[in-house]
DNA sequence: CAATATACATCGCCTGTCAAGGTATATTTT
DNA sequence: AAAATATACCTTGACAGGCGATGTATATTG
């Protein structure tokens, strides 16, 4: 069964940021680990995954490059900023407490 | 401070199921229920309340009657239908596998 | 007697998601 | 060589849930 995007919904900037901390990617690649890393239980849709760039880049949480690829297609690569390492501190703690806050009521 | 309700949307409908699991209750009652039990960091706005309850009752998940209070302003009930029982059971089984995927990707 | 608390309800806006569509390059299959 | 698939980007418009604002009515409290 794969994770409703409701549920999702609210954590996408978290689970990008997440991913820029190990490391530079790009959409697609992005994608793809987040995928895997779930077995295929997340996954964020294109659409989903472009709009949350515009408003991480919007917010200053992260910036943006193109690869130089010589070969295949281009990439654009995304890298977390210090603000955006901050705002993924803020999001882990509010996921801490939502965590808390949901287990209480459903229990 | 407060869960946004970007997290907690998702989960609105089977935290009603929830509480109702335990007794029949109603808008108001319900809505100080859930801020009591999370510090008020739960809020479910009225208007978030009420649409939701239109939903349950739509997907035959809750029943609702009314109160007779003689004195007072009159209280719609909610109760909980065995469709609503097992739907409550695939909610909970979800937030389950969401809670693990998010763990994952928040890491 | 004004303010606050209890209790219900609706309207219309806002925001994030996503189906559908598009572009371009590289590889694999038929 | 042509078709299909994979990689990689992007935009538009519709949809659904949350909620601010607003309205109704009754009871209590200062």
Redesign the interface.
Known sequence: ?S??S??????TE??IL??LLETDSYGYQINKD?MK??DN??ELKEATLYSAFRRLEQAGYIRTYWGDETVGARRRYYSITEEGRRAYQV?????E???A??D????
Chains 1, 2 share one sequence.
């Open positions: 069964m994770i409703t409701d549920i999702l919904r609210g954590h978290a689970i997440s991913h987040i890393k779930t239980r997340c999001y882990r703690q509010e996921w407490e939502a965590k806050a949901i209480q009521l459903l229990k």
